[in-house]
């Protein structure tokens, strides 16, 4: 099962992909949750601490490979496999959420 939760900013999006990993986990599902918010604090709510959330390492940008095939069509593809990457750049929360922070916004402009 795959679940995305997108949304206007304030809605509770955070509380509700906290709420439903931790709720999934403890059924012993397999759970990856991905922060990709500017400002993200789904770390916080999936009960990490503070000082935790702020060592979380983002993704890195060179996770995407563009490739060419013989007819010159462009693909992007992972340069490792999801499993890889949440091995690498996860993080296990105190309910077995398994937690990866998209990106964070260096300075302004930068986003």
Known sequence: MRIAIAGKGGTGKTTIV??????????????LAIDADSNPNLALTLGLTRDA???LTPLPRNLLDEQIDAEG???VV??????????????VTPDGVTMLLMGKVDHAGAG
Do not use: S
Not at 81 to 89: G, K, L, N, S, V
């Open 73 to 75: 069509k462009k693909t």
């Open 53 to 55: 959330t702020a060592a």
């Open 78 to 91: 992972l340069r490792l496999t999801p499993e890889e990457i949440a091995r690498q750049y996860g993080v």
């Open 18 to 31: 906290g709420t439903l990993a931790r709720v999934f986990a403890r059924e012993g599902r397999r759970v």
